[in-house]
């Protein structure tokens, strides 16, 4: 005789087992990511370096003539090879894409997008999550701008507050256009995004960061080397103003002077390599 009861009983038998199953599953899923992370936080603090840094796939290319502009601003772009060249692109055409670009009192130009996204990139081309989560727009001003927040004039800035970096567009390009001054707004304000999410955000993307500029900080407490690296002129006075300046200055002369930095201060040129997992033996030409 058939059970109604029995057959109810089975289905819910059923019908749990497939629930538990599910949710076995995406507790598995969840644990293996989190024990993915935790492996390579281990794996960046015994090699100072991330565990993979490119999975771009099916790179997306520039259009012939923003290649063009990548060509003509940038030699750390020339100095690819072909496949980090694809790679460095790709993250140019993703960032235009996810960051909004304001003017004031500028018109917005696709030059403007991909000369801003390649000093981004090249700054953080050695991270593999290399969007940050500190800021969703870029604003751009003609010329020097009266900011609201210092109530002073600027050439750009980094508000975590209103979540946006700004920049007077003639001093941006000035500073990609002249190579050897050691001034690039870009790096300048873009290192203050990356020093600051380092700071706010707890996260393995972070780590090398952060224990890298811990390790920079220790380095120079030793006195003889401060005074050498402030004897030495070779950081601009506003470097000294506080930690955040120093660390942007800082980036600014290892990609526009490396040379002279390697030479007199290898420790320092080590943890800033380190930071930013600068590896050029490895995707440079």
Not at 16 to 43: K, N, P
Not at 59 to 73: E, F, G, T
Not at 153 to 162: A, C, I, L, T, V
Request: hydrophobic fraction near 40%; proline fraction near 3%; include cysteine.
């Amino acid at each position: 005789m058939f059970s109604l009861h029995a057959y109810s009983t089975e289905e819910q038998f059923k019908n749990d087992a497939i629930v538990a199953s599910i949710l076995l599953i995406v507790f598995g899923f969840f644990f293996f990511i989190y024990f993915l992370q935790v492996v390579e936080v281990m794996y960046i603090r015994t090699t100072k370096k991330p565990l993979i840094v490119y999975t771009h796939w099916f790179p997306r290319k520039v259009k012939p003539y923003q290649r063009d502009l990548l060509i003509q601003n940038f030699t750390f772009y020339n100095r690819l090879k072909p496949k980090y060249q694809n790679y460095f692109e790709h993250r140019v055409v993703k960032f235009v894409k996810k960051y909004h670009f304001e003017g004031r009192g500028v018109d917005i130009t696709d030059e403007m997008k991909i000369l801003i996204a390649g000093v981004y990139v090249k700054l953080t081309f050695g991270q593999r999550h290399y969007f940050n989560r500190m800021f969703d727009s870029i604003v751009i001003y003609p010329d020097i701008y009266f900011s609201e927040i210092s109530e002073q004039y600027h050439k750009g800035e980094f508000n975590p507050m209103k979540r946006c970096v700004i920049f007077s567009w003639k001093h941006f390009h000035e500073g990609i256009s002249i190579t050897n001054d050691n001034l690039n707004l870009g790096l300048h304000e873009f290192t203050h995004t990356l020093h600051i999410e380092s700071k706010k955000i707890i996260s393995f993307k972070t780590v090398l960061f952060k224990e890298s500029l811990q390790s920079l900080f220790v380095i120079l407490q030793n006195e003889d080397l401060k005074h050498k690296l402030i004897a030495s002129g070779m950081l601009r006075e506003y470097a000294y103003e506080n930690q955040f300046e120093f660390v942007a200055v800082l980036l600014e002369h290892f990609f526009e002077s490396p040379e002279p930095m390697k030479a007199q201060f290898p420790e320092i040129y080590t943890q800033v390599k380190r930071m930013i997992n600068y590896n050029e033996n490895h995707f440079i030409s």
